[in-house]
T-cell receptor, first 112, second 115 residues
């Protein structure tokens, strides 16, 4: 089955700096890679996703890159703000109704 | 976006009792729903895949007789924790995939505490 590894487990940045979270996956058939943000006690919220037919996607301060050859993808948050503080999960699946496998999570702390 | 609602949001029960958690897709039909379990400060672990009109598919290590899943309609899946014990205390979250695109929408989650 799919195995998703995520690094780092914790990340502290100063407000305004950039944050980068990296993930690797094992299943070469995976073609959908979402990123979720989870605040304490809340449900995960999709913040951005990327499909295997593109290498990069950007949405305002958030961007995701994908390297299918190396089987890794990364989340980039620029100009971080305190409200970006949360746990971020990467995930991967084969699309459709296939199950989604989550990474171990990264706790991001943005220091004002 | 698609809305998934989960109920109850929190429940406290005595050891040995059973607890039912409901997951509803409010504005779309979900032939497939997923049940996750999340321990404090940990990731989401898939417990089972719930398929409308058929038996659920359980992940390795998940006791199907303990965690009963029923997906009787296109908008409702239920998870019943039978004979609950303190070690079953956790945050349970359901999700549904929209239109086969892979994107998951999550319910609010249910925090179970077994005394």
């Amino acid at each position: 089955g799919e195995n998703v590894e995520q690094h780092p487990s914790t990340l502290s940045v100063q407000e305004g700096d950039s944050a980068v979270i990296k993930c690797t996956y094992s299943d070469s058939a995976s073609n959908y890679f979402p990123w979720y943000k989870q605040e304490l006690g809340k449900r995960p919220q999709l913040i951005i996703d990327i499909r295997s037919n593109v290498g990069e996607k950007k949405d305002q301060r958030i961007a995701v890159t994908l390297n299918k050859t190396a089987k890794h993808f990364s989340l980039h948050i620029t100009e971080t703000q305190p409200e970006d503080s949360a746990v971020y999960f990467c995930a991967a699946n084969r699309g459709g109704y296939q199950k989604v496998t989550f990474g171990t999570g990264t706790k991001l702390q943005v220091i004002p | 976006g698609a809305v998934v609602s989960q109920h109850p949001s929190w429940v406290i029960c005595k050891s040995g009792t059973s607890v039912k958690i409901e997951c509803r897709s409010l504005d779309f039909q979900a032939t497939t729903m997923f049940w996750y379990r999340q321990f404090p400060k940990q990731s989401l672990m898939l417990m089972a895949t719930s398929n409308e009109g058929s038996k659920a598919t359980y992940e390795q290590g998940v006791e199907k007789d303990k965690f009963l899943i029923n997906h009787a309609s296109l908008t409702l899946s239920t998870l019943t924790v039978t004979s609950a014990h303190p070690e079953d205390s956790s945050f349970y979250i359901c999700s549904a995939a929209l239109a086969g695109l892979g994107e998951l929408f999550f319910g609010e989650g249910s925090r179970l505490t077994v005394l």
